[in-house]
C-alpha cells in the first residue's frame, strides 16, 4: 500500500465479503483506516484507551449504546469515545469505514469469536 | 459538539460558504475531522510533523505533486505523507473531508492569506 496513492472506497469495498472483519486501506499519524461490513449484531464492548470514529458509506447501522440508540445513515458519522459501552448493530447490512488508532481491537474489552486479532491490508 | 452525537456530513457542510476555510466537525484520539470547500488553486506547500488525509465527499480535485497529480473524485481519498509538497486544486469546486491531527495549519510550512490559523468548529 503505497500512501501516496489514491484509494477508491468502492473499489476496495469489493475485494471482501466477510462481516464484522475489518481491513486496513490507509494509515496515518499512527491511525489506521478501515473499512468494514457490519451484517446483523456485533459485541458489546468499549475500547479503555481509543476514541472509535464510523462512517457510514452505504447502507444504514443502528449504534446502541446502554442507554440509548442512534441510527447512522449513509453520510453520517459517529465517534464514540473511550471507556464508552457500545454495539453496532446493522439488520440489513452496511459498509462503514472507521478511523482509530493502530492499536485498537475491534471488539475493546472483549475477546470471543468476532475478535479479528491480524486486520490485513487491502 | 457532543462527539457522542452523530454527525451528517451534508448538514455541515450547508452551514459555510468560505473556501479554503476548514471547519472542525469532529475530534478523536488528538485528530481532528474537518469539512473544507474547494475552489480554484491552493498554494503549494507541505507539513513537517503531519500526514493528512482528504476524502472527497462532492465534487473532485486535483492533487499536485512536483513530479505528478492525482484526480481524487468522489467516494476516494488519499493520504499525502508529512513532507511532501502538495496543491489541491479545484476548478470546478469539491467537499472534502480532513483527516488530520489537531496541530494541523491549513498551509503547513507557508504563511500567506489563506492561512487559517483560528479554525472553527461547525
Redesign the interface.
Known sequence: MD????????EKLARFDKHWSPKIV????G?H?KLVKFLGEFVWHHHDD????FLV?DGRFR?E?RDRE????E???????RG?EHRPVAEEGASVML???ASTLNTGNVRDEMTVTEVDRI
Open positions: 500512501s501516496a496513492e489514491k484509494v477508491n472506497i468502492t490507509g494509515e496515518l499519524n491511525q483506516v481509543e476514541d472509535e470514529m458509506v449504534m449504546f442512534v441510527w447512522i445513515e453520510g453520517e458519522f459517529i465517534v464514540v469515545p464508552v478511523f482509530e488508532p
